[in-house]
């Protein structure tokens, strides 16, 4: 028998990859036959092969056969098999379908929910036909289908326009971005755009960037997911070219003002997550029992006339409590928190005061009590323990009233 203690163990298991179900597949384009003839009026060698054409609305393909109706439900369309033309089987680069179903929807925007963390990814890829023989992040290869090159540096043309060329005979690889979502109102599950612009994914990037900086890459956020007419104008070479294209926009479902909003709450949950962890066993105890050095605890606790919103000085509320108490009836149609606002309150007789600090702007208080909030901060004021402490609770009652 082995010892337990001679086995080496690591300290901590790996991270073993994970990801979220795929439900299916969003795309803006489909693949429709080469015409007779160019635009030209020359016959086409290819004439009847399968070519890419862009479509004006989405199209959803799933081997899902319920989460596509759900979906049609939401943006038109007919649910339908998807199958490839009996001509175009045998063809080399044909590849098979994903799914089984697919869905021509009517509409041009899809509501989702997106994580910047994992919205995107980029990786530049070499196809041949049906399946993928390379794959490199730009530098250094990290797939060869023939086994022979993984681990070296990229081998292809480094001038973009000739590695399209090429890419299309499957001679160089060519930069595919994976876009994830969800779609709201369908079974949870992902659903994956591929594209191969350029413009789309740079807008996209920018987008993780500013919610990086946000603080908000791991947050779930709404957003519409529109499809987008573009032109663009270029000259090559002496020559004027228009290209017609789609462009897929995310767009978040807030304004600046918002998610500066969101960015500060979730700045101040990283702080605070990250100062429970430093924390001594002094000051868990401090937090518990109030053990504050910035001041001292009042005699009384002060009692609050909730539905006026009115603070009643520490006396007064002792008085009028006694003659509550010895009156009943005097109760009827008021509600005063007394003893019972005591475990409501900030735990530091002065913590009050950031607690004031943390609602002063939130749109939730009413106008008065944001005057309120900002008039006791102001060091002019000098506002007491007492009616910090009360002010305080006022605020978090108020929130926590419109909690649903």
Not at 3 to 18: F, G, H, N, V, Y
Not at 86 to 91: A, G, H, I, V
Not at 173 to 179: Q, Y
């Amino acid at each position: 028998m082995v010892a337990t203690d001679s086995i080496s163990r690591p300290s901590q298991a790996p991270r073993l990859p994970r990801r979220l179900n795929e439900a299916g597949k969003i795309r803006i384009g489909h693949q429709i036959p080469v015409p007779p003839t160019n635009r030209q009026g020359k016959p086409n060698k290819r004439a009847g092969e399968p070519m890419p054409a862009p479509l004006e609305h989405f199209r959803l393909t799933s081997s899902s056969r319920a989460a596509l109706e759900a979906a049609a439900r939401l943006y038109g369309g007919e649910v339908r098999p998807w199958i490839i033309r009996q001509e175009w089987k045998n063809l080399p680069q044909m590849r098979p379908p994903d799914h089984r179903f697919e869905l021509y929807t009517t509409s041009d925007t899809l509501h989702v929910v997106i994580r910047a963390e994992s919205l995107m990814d980029t990786q530049y890829e070499q196809w041949d036909g049906a399946y993928c023989t390379r794959r490199c992040n730009g530098a250094f290869i990290s797939f060869d289908g023939y086994g022979k090159l993984q681990g070296m540096e990229c081998q292809c043309e480094p001038d973009l326009t000739v590695r399209k060329d090429l890419a299309k005979d499957g001679r160089a690889c060519l930069g595919i971005s994976r876009i994830c979502v969800m779609l709201e109102g369908l079974p949870l599950g992902q659903w994956r755009l591929d594209t191969r612009g350029e413009f789309g994914p740079m807008d996209v990037r920018g987008l993780q960037d500013l919610l990086e900086g946000c603080h908000l890459s791991t947050a779930l956020l709404r957003a519409t997911m529109r499809l987008e007419a573009r032109t663009s104008h270029v000259m090559v070479q002496g020559e004027k070219l228009t290209h017609h294209y789609s462009l897929v926009v995310i767009e978040p479902g807030y304004t600046p003002e918002a998610l500066l909003i969101e960015s500060a709450r979730a700045q101040q949950r990283q702080l605070t997550a990250a100062d429970e962890h430093t924390k001594t066993a002094d000051e868990h105890i401090a937090d518990m029992w109030g053990d504050d050095q910035r001041g001292s605890l009042p005699q009384a606790i002060p009692a609050i006339d909730v539905e006026a919103g009115e603070v009643i000085e520490c006396e007064e509320a002792q008085e009028s409590t006694e003659q509550r108490l010895d009156d009943p009836d005097a109760n009827q149609g008021h509600s005063y928190a007394t003893a019972s606002a005591e475990a409501s309150l900030p735990s530091h007789p002065c913590a009050w005061r950031d607690t004031l600090e943390a609602y002063r702007d939130d749109v939730r208080l009413s106008d008065g009590l944001r005057s309120r909030v900002k008039l006791a901060l102001n060091p002019a004021s000098n506002t007491s323990d007492a009616k910090g402490l009360a002010l305080a609770s006022a605020v978090l009652d108020t929130l926590n009233a419109q909690e649903p």
